[in-house]
């Protein structure tokens, strides 16, 4: 089983425990907070309930084991095991399903030092969605380490190369797969170039279905299997051409976004700790 299968099955269980506890615990989270202590559900899912404590515990987990794609970017204690980009999904998955657990544990009853902490968590987790994006947006080779500007060029260079020469298209196909690879470009800078890469790659779904009737419709027969590689040569070209034209602002706004994520982190990290020890000093306990 593929690393990105099991990665696509684990998000199904999150989202689906989380669907299953929300929705059975909705009642609960729909009555005013004065009637709540009176409600059947009130012993499971309370902050401090059964449910509520579970998932709390689970989701703080999830939250506290985010800090080790951090050790093993900086290959902390040695670490160094496994493709940086493999961790790196595995940190968002945890990102993402650790703020729904935690969600759930508050019961929407936030007050005091407690929605700091919440509210930051919120801000990393949706700066943390950004900043994949961002990420997906810097040129990378297979291992994931970032390409530099001559070197995306020269692999842009080599993919139009390779379409030109090593398939024999006829003209009218070779100048529609140029149009789709040309629409890629843009002059936008700023967040006005990423405003532009999220269109682009909104279109490329409808672009590349496009790309595939033409060549199928062009003259000659162009065998099933060589319009797979070609569409699949032609869109890497275009991305790369996109983000070759973004790419300064990208790293730019990166860097802004590495400025904004961390604090919040911090704050999060350091008022849970505060939050826990309270818990534990007023006797609660492992509830597992």
């Known amino acids: 089983m593929t690393f990105r299968r099991v990665l696509h099955i684990l998000y199904a269980i999150g989202f689906t425990a989380v669907a299953v506890i929300f929705v ?63 961790w790196l999904d595995v940190h968002i998955l945890f990102g993402v399903i650790g703020p729904l657990l935690i969600t759930l544990h508050t019961a929407g009853k936030l007050g005091g030092i407690v929605s700091i902490s919440y509210f930051s968590m919120m801000a990393v987790a949706l700066s943390g969605v950004f900043g994949r994006y961002l990420y997906m947006q810097i040129p990378r080779d297979a291992r994931g380490h970032a390409l530099g500007i001559e070197r995306a060029r020269a692999r842009a260079a080599e993919i139009g190369e390779s379409l030109r020469t090593e398939h024999h298209l006829p003209d009218d196909v070779v100048a529609g797969v140029q149009r789709f690879v040309a629409m890629s470009s843009t002059n936008a800078n700023g967040l006005r170039a990423v405003f532009a890469t999220i269109g682009h790659d909104l279109r490329m779904r409808g672009r590349v279905r496009r790309l595939r009737r033409f060549m199928r419709q062009g003259q000659g027969e162009i065998p099933e299997a060589a319009i797979d590689e070609i569409v699949g040569l032609a869109r890497e070209q275009s991305l790369l051409q996109r983000r070759i034209a973004v790419l300064e602002s990208t790293a730019r706004l990166f860097h802004h976004w590495h400025v904004f994520h961390k604090p919040f982190a911090i704050i999060m990290i350091v008022i849970m700790f505060v939050h826990v020890g309270v818990t534990l000093a007023f006797g609660y306990r492992w509830i597992f």
């Open 24 to 86: 059975t615990g909705l009642p609960y989270y729909q009555l005013p907070l004065t009637e709540r202590p009176h409600a059947e559900l009130h012993t499971a899912f309370k902050p401090g309930g059964t449910w509520g404590h579970g998932v709390g515990i689970v989701g703080s987990t999830m939250v506290l084991l985010l800090l080790l794609y951090s050790a093993r970017k900086r290959r902390w204690m040695g670490l160094s095991m496994g493709r940086l980009s493999r």
